[in-house]
């Protein structure tokens, strides 16, 4: 049976609502969007970003697979060329061994739309995506993972991950109960931030309600002091970070010091439930941020600042560029890593290329994957 990949359109919604249905009773763990209209970045004329959507079709109209590109102008080496991050794809594979090639097919789809192609996020190096692009000739490049543990005992009592058996869970109980967790991650904490405790001083964090003139200054006074990153304008970062509610609900920090904008950060602060990771904790990210790279220290401790005082259990971010690293490690987080690899096509390895030049000029936070939806 014949399949065809096609944008997809209203008409199809009820094709993505059964193909989902068949997805839940096979306890897959996946579906797909069941609006054509995408809720978070639709497609509109002014925007250097968007999300559009595609679906595998066969010839009776059922779909068995789906992913969507978001296209975002980045600026690569002083030039603006437009870059596209993947989401997906899923496909019935996973339920019928017919379909079992569908993924490389819809890998190869968006290879022809936007050869300029990347995602950022996956696992380790088995997973099969991982290993089907690296086959392809994709670059890996890992990344790491900053987490600062801001409440123990809470931390230690209800984290789903690290309390996998029965064993882990009575482990982390006599921590907690004994008062040696909260003692061992405090110091922790405090002994990694040591040498960066003067990074925040003297910045002021206003909450605000859109990104104005000001972040188009910023924008325009340090884009350049970067290798590679994603367009960050007011316009688009007013679309990636919306005012009517839509998810995701990041919070926008402007960071002042001695009354001058020197940076600027999204972050989000989440109460989860039944987390496969952290359970039922109250999880905050540092789900993107801006500023002259000397400056990333103090954005961070300013953010940082910020969410401890909402009362999160924990702080996490995703990054890749050298100085946002150690800012987070000056403000006290552990770095983890080899975390998150950045998986990169042989179209954006040419726009990079050397790859080991740019990779310490290289800016990519939560908000250049998926969504800034957490970590």
């Known amino acids: 049976m014949a399949i065809k990949v096609v944008p997809y359109e209203p008409e199809m919604e009820s094709a993505v609502a059964a193909f989902n249905q068949r997805m839940l009773e096979g306890q897959t763990g996946w579906g797909w969007y069941e609006t054509s209209v995408d809720a978070w970045l639709p497609e509109r004329g002014e925007l250097r970003t968007w999300r559009e959507h595609y679906l595998a079709v066969d010839d009776e109209g059922h779909v068995r697979g789906a992913y969507a590109h978001k296209p975002h102008e980045w600026r690569i080496r002083g030039r603006d060329v437009l870059v596209s991050d993947w989401q997906g794809p899923v496909s019935e594979g996973l339920l019928d061994p017919k379909y079992a090639t569908m993924g490389l097919r819809l890998l190869r789809e968006m290879l022809k739309r936007y050869p300029v192609l990347y995602s950022w996020g996956h696992g380790g190096y088995e997973t ?4 089907m692009v690296m086959s392809m000739r994709w670059l890996i490049h890992d990344t790491p993972f900053c987490l600062k543990v801001i409440h123990p005992f809470r931390f ?36 990694i931030g040591l040498s960066g405790r003067s990074a925040g001083a003297g910045v002021e964090v206003e909450e605000v309600d859109r990104f104005g003139d000001w972040a188009d200054d910023l924008w325009l006074a340090h884009r350049d002091r970067y290798q590679a990153l ?16 839509r998810w995701p609900a990041g919070i926008r920090l402007r960071m002042r010091r001695g009354g001058e904008t020197i940076g600027w950060a999204v972050v989000l602060d989440n109460q989860l439930e039944d987390d496969p990771r952290f359970g039922d904790l109250r999880v905050g990210c540092v789900a993107d941020a801006f ?41 006290g987080y552990l770095v983890l890593e080899n975390r998150r690899a950045f998986a990169v096509s042989p179209g954006l390895q040419e726009l990079l290329s050397p790859f080991d030049e740019t990779t ?5 936070t939560n908000m250049d994957g998926h969504g800034p939806s957490g970590f």
Request: aromatic share 6%; charged share 20%; net charge positive.
């Open 230 to 245: 994603a367009c960050r304008d007011a316009t688009t970062m007013n679309a990636l970070v919306p005012q009517d509610g």
């Open 128 to 131: 099969k995506l991982l290993q």
């Open 360 to 364: 310490p000029g290289l800016h990519l």
């Open 291 to 331: 500023s002259a790279p000397e400056d990333a220290a103090a954005v961070v401790a300013g953010a940082t600042r910020f969410l401890e005082r909402r009362g999160v259990d924990l702080i996490g971010s995703n990054q890749a560029h050298p100085d946002w690293v150690e800012g987070f490690r000056s403000a």
């Open 156 to 191: 230690l009592r209800r984290n789903t991950y690290l309390r996998d058996t029965p064993g882990r869970r009575l482990a982390q109980d006599l921590l907690a109960f004994t008062g040696l967790g909260w003692l061992g991650l405090k110091a922790l904490h405090f002994a």
